[in-house]
């Protein structure tokens, strides 16, 4: 790696006590492209995110942005950086509107001497325009958040993170709870943030989610990184028995298929 | 498949921009605009506030009155209502204050002992310059203090304020003991610095003392204007623009009509002969419907299809509903002796038995036909013409039955004139919606005008009732009108009110309550300080507490150890019926402020309609029941998924 990547992660290994619950992973990724982040349950996913987000610190190894080394203390000093993190199910309030939900935290506002208030039209505008960008045409940004389907959730979470700014975008399962006709939507999504120079990062369990989308892949078990490769170097199948173990889900697949020769006799 | 992925997008992005493209979009459906008015939190109270008055008014002798609406509104504004605006924004937040209640007593003692001389009475002799800005920051901290215990030991503010009221209660009493002796303590009177703090905190308006000759013509004017507006905005809103220019037909015939209105409001104004009254009604009539239709020519567009009369199914069976509720209570009400005063059975008499059923068979016609319509508009124009057709003839038979049939003035003319009104409104609709389209799709231009027209709407009702209210005719005093007071109280109120909701709706911090209340992580992943919000709202509390704690202790001089203690629930109540969730994240603070006026109705008006009092609380708790299931399918309506 001669060149310098926007973020890099250099054998990051984060203990609790006595378990390891990651152990040496490193992986990078550019402006403008996406790496994927796969693991089976259990596999070290959430630690990862929340290193990255500010919300842990790691043990060992280190964080590079732009090349220099960084830690995050908490999730605010990650966003200041510009590494937003959109959680599956924590990212929206559902009763709120579309466009105070995308302005939540950071309003803009218009003064009148000692009054401030929020300049409403500006917001809704920049809103649905921003919402325009990424393809969702939401014709009332007055409608609750909660009326959407999980996809335009996730959705308007990315368009926001990728309006106030951030340079790295985290998405933490953003297809896992989603049909198939959602995931798709959001997969598009992030095709969008990616062809407008953002980095993202994109958690998920489902390799033929990940395969399309994604530039490089790192592979998680147990902790363990199962190797970090760029899209050329690696198949979707390989891709999807490196995920499930490899070996292990060839030593289930001879147990299924002996407890099935035993059985069938019988019957 | 990545390159499909992106040319899918680049796709839906590129067709964005077309208007025909976005109406086609089938994901989204036009709301009308009473659709979209109902999703308010605040509707279900408004609903109730005019609905309770309407029966109160009808039912009982005094309500209604100017003597009686100054009492009402009095009870309505301090304690309750300033409480409920503040605990309704609370609750948005997602927390309680149990010792709200508590804490305006509190501050009203507290202010009285700062206060008093010092000597055998036990005061701290100070100026009430002092003394109001110190129980002030003493509120403040006792808001803080409860706000910072909650967001620290991430306890429910139900325990954390639970223990607050009852250190409150204990404080209150062993001080008022420990002091001065007595379970009261007073008189703030002799305070020094009295006089000006009086002023500010309990001045009063005697209606009788101040007469305006001019008074009703303002309020007719008044009235004229606002009606109008309302026709206008709604009409605004609910039918769709010219696609192609106006037709400069429309504008002269808005004009003639305006002109034949006000003609006829003139008329009818001048003259109290019978043939006067139906010549002034006449042309108020024609006008407006002239002048709508003008409205239309000008901006709406002509109506396409109007298919044929289908009354099937639900349609036909709300309509029969509807059709036979009023023809039951014209009957009912025609068949029982409307002098009967004698008593029927318990609550009732004769007299208000009759006065029931008729006011709950109309009411239940009422809703039938608005079942009715709203199936009719799904099948088409002419049967909804057909519909709104029956419902205007209704209306308007019950305007001359309820004349013919009442006893009191107000019912021959003060109601009579009001439904002729809403039939007149009823007919205006018929003529306007079977000539041109209702609209279907969003237009965000139409929507802000109508709502404009709205809100100025609403403040001229307010100005319109107010100069009502506050000043007398010359001849009114002649026949020895009951005097009737309003206190600056009422102000206080209203004030608070106007704050909270701006607060609530335009603010940053406004947002970020409704955050906080409705998904605090999420809240705080975007960098909302939820702690330092949430500690401002339980700040807010307890200032508004201190504000009633200064009005008691100006209006009743001596403030009892109990004052208050247990009335947060009364609060809450408020809060709830105005649309505001238990569980936070949704409600307004005007809600609020509705809620507190249905308690303060229900506590003037069942005693006024000459009901045991004790019948009040089975009354809350009934409302109360009721709201939080309105309001559970609301919330349900505003989470649900699309499909």
Same mark, same amino acid.
């Given at each position: 790696?001669?060149?310098?990547?926007?973020?890099?992660?250099?054998?990051?290994?984060?203990?609790?006590?006595?378990?390891?619950?990651?152990?040496?992973?490193?992986?990078?990724?550019?402006?403008?492209?996406?790496?994927?982040?796969?693991?089976?349950?259990?596999?070290?996913?959430?630690?990862?995110?929340?290193?990255?987000?500010?919300?842990?610190?790691?043990?060992?190894?280190?964080?590079?942005?732009?090349?220099?080394?960084?830690?995050?203390?908490?999730?605010?000093?990650?966003?200041?950086?510009?590494?937003?993190?959109?959680?599956?199910?924590?990212?929206?309030?559902?009763?709120?509107?579309?466009?105070?939900?995308?302005?939540?935290?950071?309003?803009?506002?218009?003064?009148?001497?000692?009054?401030?208030?929020?300049?409403?039209?500006?917001?809704?505008?920049?809103?649905?325009?921003?919402?325009?960008?990424?393809?969702?045409?939401?014709?009332?940004?007055?409608?609750?958040?909660?009326?959407?389907?999980?996809?335009?959730?996730?959705?308007?979470?990315?368009?926001?993170?990728?309006?106030?700014?951030?340079?790295?975008?985290?998405?933490?399962?953003?297809?896992?709870?989603?049909?198939?006709?959602?995931?798709?939507?959001?997969?598009?999504?992030?095709?969008?943030?990616?062809?407008?120079?953002?980095?993202?990062?994109?958690?998920?369990?489902?390799?033929?989610?990940?395969?399309?989308?994604?530039?490089?892949?790192?592979?998680?078990?147990?902790?363990?990184?199962?190797?970090?490769?760029?899209?050329?170097?690696?198949?979707?199948?390989?891709?999807?028995?490196?995920?499930?173990?490899?070996?292990?889900?060839?030593?289930?697949?001879?147990?299924?298929?002996?407890?099935?020769?035993?059985?069938?006799?019988?019957? | 498949?990545?390159?499909?992925?992106?040319?899918?997008?680049?796709?839906?992005?590129?067709?964005?921009?077309?208007?025909?493209?976005?109406?086609?979009?089938?994901?989204?459906?036009?709301?009308?605009?009473?659709?979209?008015?109902?999703?308010?939190?605040?509707?279900?109270?408004?609903?109730?506030?005019?609905?309770?008055?309407?029966?109160?008014?009808?039912?009982?002798?005094?309500?209604?009155?100017?003597?009686?609406?100054?009492?009402?509104?009095?009870?309505?504004?301090?304690?309750?209502?300033?409480?409920?605006?503040?605990?309704?924004?609370?609750?948005?937040?997602?927390?309680?204050?149990?010792?709200? *209640?508590?804490?305006?007593?509190?501050?009203?003692?507290?202010?009285?002992?700062?206060?008093?001389?010092?000597?055998?009475?036990?005061?701290? *002799?100070?100026?009430?310059?002092?003394?109001?800005?110190?129980?002030?920051?003493?509120?403040?901290?006792?808001?803080?203090?409860?706000?910072?215990?909650?967001?620290?030991?991430?306890?429910?503010?139900?325990?954390?304020?639970?223990?607050?009221?009852?250190?409150?209660?204990?404080?209150?009493?062993?001080?008022?003991?420990?002091?001065?002796?007595?379970?009261?303590?007073?008189?703030?009177?002799?305070?020094?610095?009295?006089?000006?703090?009086?002023?500010?905190?309990?001045?009063?308006?005697?209606?009788?003392?101040?007469?305006?000759?001019?008074?009703?013509?303002?309020?007719?004017?008044?009235?004229?204007?606002?009606?109008?507006?309302?026709?206008?905005?709604?009409?605004?809103?609910?039918?769709?623009?010219?696609?192609?220019?106006?037709?400069?037909?429309?504008?002269?015939?808005?004009?003639?009509?305006?002109?034949?209105?006000?003609?006829?409001?003139?008329?009818?104004?001048?003259?109290?002969?019978?043939?006067?009254?139906?010549?002034?009604?006449?042309?108020?009539?024609?006008?407006?419907?002239?002048?709508?239709?003008?409205?239309?020519?000008?901006?709406?567009?002509?109506?396409?299809?109007?298919?044929?009369?289908?009354?099937?199914?639900?349609?036909?069976?709300?309509?029969?509903?509807?059709?036979?509720?009023?023809?039951?209570?014209?009957?009912?009400?025609?068949?029982?002796?409307?002098?009967?005063?004698?008593?029927?059975?318990?609550?009732?008499?004769?007299?208000?038995?009759?006065?029931?059923?008729?006011?709950?068979?109309?009411?239940?016609?009422?809703?039938?036909?608005?079942?009715?319509?709203?199936?009719?508009?799904?099948?088409?124009?002419?049967?909804?013409?057909?519909?709104?057709?029956?419902?205007?003839?209704?209306?308007?038979?019950?305007?001359?039955?309820?004349?013919?049939?009442?006893?009191?003035?107000?019912?021959?003319?003060?109601?009579?004139?009001?439904?002729?009104?809403?039939?007149?409104?009823?007919?205006?609709?018929?003529?306007?919606?079977?000539?041109?389209?209702?609209?279907?799709?969003?237009?965000?231009?139409?929507?802000?005008?109508?709502?404009?027209?709205?809100?100025?709407?609403?403040?001229?009702?307010?100005?319109?009732?107010?100069?009502?209210?506050?000043?007398?005719?010359?001849?009114?005093?002649?026949?020895?009108?009951?005097?009737?007071?309003?206190?600056?109280?009422?102000?206080?109120?209203?004030?608070?009110?106007?704050?909270?909701?701006?607060?609530?709706?335009?603010?940053?911090?406004?947002?970020?309550?409704?955050?906080?209340?409705?998904?605090?992580?999420?809240?705080?992943?975007?960098?909302?300080?939820?702690?330092?919000?949430?500690?401002?709202?339980?700040?807010?509390?307890?200032?508004?507490?201190?504000?009633?704690?200064?009005?008691?202790?100006?209006?009743?001089?001596?403030?009892?150890?109990?004052?208050?203690?247990?009335?947060?629930?009364?609060?809450?109540?408020?809060?709830?019926?105005?649309?505001?969730?238990?569980?936070?994240?949704?409600?307004?603070?005007?809600?609020?402020?509705?809620?507190?006026?249905?308690?303060?109705?229900?506590?003037?008006?069942?005693?006024?309609?000459?009901?045991?009092?004790?019948?009040?609380?089975?009354?809350?708790?009934?409302?109360?029941?009721?709201?939080?299931?309105?309001?559970?399918?609301?919330?349900?309506?505003?989470?649900?998924?699309?499909?």
């Amino acid at each position: 790696m001669a060149d310098t990547h926007l973020l890099e992660l250099d054998n990051i290994s984060k203990y609790y006590g006595n378990i390891v619950a990651l152990k040496d992973v490193s992986t990078s990724v550019n402006a403008g492209e996406v790496t994927c982040v796969l693991g089976d349950n259990g596999a070290g996913k959430s630690t990862f995110i929340k290193i990255l987000a500010g919300a842990h610190q790691q043990s060992e190894g280190s964080i590079r942005l732009n090349g220099e080394d960084v830690t995050f203390a908490n999730p605010r000093e990650a966003l200041a950086a510009g590494i937003a993190t959109v959680y599956q199910d924590l990212a929206m309030v559902p009763l709120m509107s579309v466009w105070r939900n995308f302005f939540l935290g950071s309003e803009p506002t218009r003064r009148l001497g000692p009054l401030k208030w929020i300049d409403k039209s500006k917001a809704k505008r920049i809103a649905k325009d921003e919402l325009m960008k990424m393809g969702i045409d939401i014709r009332d940004t007055e409608q609750p958040v909660g009326t959407l389907s999980g996809g335009e959730r996730q959705s308007v979470a990315i368009a926001r993170a990728g309006y106030f700014g951030a340079k790295v975008l985290i998405l933490d399962e953003p297809t896992s709870a989603l049909g198939v006709k959602q995931s798709g939507v959001v997969l598009r999504r992030i095709v969008e943030a990616r062809n407008r120079g953002l980095a993202v990062i994109f958690i998920t369990h489902n390799p033929s989610h990940a395969w399309p989308v994604g530039n490089r892949f790192l592979i998680l078990n147990r902790g363990q990184s199962m190797g970090n490769f760029a899209k050329e170097d690696i198949s979707l199948p390989e891709l999807t028995q490196l995920m499930a173990g490899g070996a292990e889900l060839e030593q289930l697949q001879h147990e299924l298929e002996a407890a099935i020769r035993e059985s069938s006799p019988q019957s | 498949m990545t390159d499909a992925v992106v040319n899918q997008a680049e796709a839906s992005a590129g067709s964005a921009g077309a208007d025909e493209e976005k109406q086609a979009d089938e994901r989204l459906t036009y709301r009308g605009v009473f659709q979209r008015l109902f999703i308010r939190p605040e509707i279900g109270a408004l609903i109730g506030v005019i609905g309770l008055w309407a029966f109160f008014w009808a039912v009982s002798v005094p309500f209604g009155t100017a003597g009686g609406t100054a009492s009402l509104v009095d009870f309505a504004s301090s304690p309750l209502g300033i409480m409920a605006v503040a605990v309704s924004m609370l609750m948005v937040g997602g927390e309680f204050d149990l010792s709200s *209640g508590a804490m305006t007593g509190a501050m009203g003692i507290l202010v009285i002992l700062l206060s008093l001389e010092v000597g055998e009475r036990g005061g701290a *002799g100070l100026n009430l310059w002092i003394a109001i800005p110190l129980s002030l920051a003493f509120a403040l901290g006792i808001g803080y203090f409860n706000g910072q215990l909650v967001e620290r030991t991430k306890l429910p503010s139900f325990i954390i304020t639970l223990a607050t009221f009852f250190v409150l209660i204990g404080a209150k009493l062993g001080f008022s003991k420990l002091i001065v002796d007595q379970v009261q303590v007073g008189d703030i009177r002799e305070a020094s610095g009295y006089e000006f703090w009086r002023r500010i905190f309990a001045s009063e308006w005697q209606r009788n003392h101040h007469q305006w000759a001019q008074r009703d013509r303002v309020f007719l004017v008044l009235i004229s204007v606002i009606a109008a507006l309302v026709l206008i905005a709604v009409a605004e809103m609910q039918f769709a623009r010219r696609r192609s220019s106006g037709s400069a037909i429309g504008v002269p015939v808005l004009a003639i009509g305006a002109v034949t209105s006000v003609v006829g409001i003139a008329a009818l104004h001048r003259t109290d002969s019978v043939a006067g009254n139906v010549l002034g009604a006449g042309l108020i009539g024609a006008g407006t419907v002239v002048g709508l239709v003008g409205l239309g020519l000008w901006r709406f567009e002509p109506v396409g299809d109007r298919g044929g009369i289908r009354l099937s199914g639900r349609l036909l069976q709300w309509l029969v509903l509807g059709v036979v509720s009023f023809v039951l209570a014209m009957v009912i009400a025609a068949a029982m002796d409307p002098y009967d005063d004698t008593n029927l059975f318990f609550p009732f008499t004769h007299q208000g038995l009759r006065a029931t059923v008729f006011m709950v068979l109309a009411g239940l016609g009422l809703t039938a036909m608005s079942l009715s319509l709203v199936h009719a508009r799904r099948v088409s124009v002419m049967t909804r013409t057909v519909v709104l057709a029956v419902l205007a003839a209704l209306l308007g038979v019950m305007a001359f039955f309820v004349r013919s049939q009442s006893v009191s003035v107000k019912f021959r003319a003060e109601a009579f004139s009001v439904m002729l009104a809403v039939t007149l409104v009823v007919i205006a609709w018929v003529v306007l919606g079977f000539l041109f389209t209702e609209r279907n799709s969003v237009d965000f231009r139409s929507d802000a005008l109508g709502t404009r027209l709205l809100v100025i709407a609403g403040v001229l009702i307010v100005v319109a009732f107010v100069v009502r209210l506050l000043f007398t005719l010359p001849s009114e005093i002649e026949a020895g009108i009951i005097p009737a007071k309003f206190s600056v109280r009422t102000l206080w109120f209203a004030g608070f009110t106007a704050v909270c909701v701006f607060v609530l709706g335009k603010t940053r911090f406004g947002s970020w309550t409704f955050a906080v209340g409705g998904n605090k992580e999420a809240a705080r992943q975007v960098g909302v300080p939820a702690a330092r919000t949430k500690t401002r709202l339980f700040m807010l509390v307890s200032g508004a507490a201190w504000l009633v704690g200064m009005l008691l202790a100006f209006r009743l001089n001596t403030i009892q150890a109990n004052t208050g203690n247990g009335e947060e629930f009364e609060y809450i109540i408020a809060a709830v019926v105005g649309g505001t969730l238990l569980t936070g994240g949704y409600g307004s603070a005007l809600g609020g402020a509705l809620g507190a006026i249905i308690i303060a109705e229900a506590t003037l008006g069942i005693p006024s309609s000459r009901w045991n009092s004790d019948w009040r609380f089975l009354f809350l708790g009934v409302t109360l029941l009721l709201a939080v299931i309105a309001n559970r399918s609301i919330r349900a309506r505003a989470e649900a998924m699309r499909r």
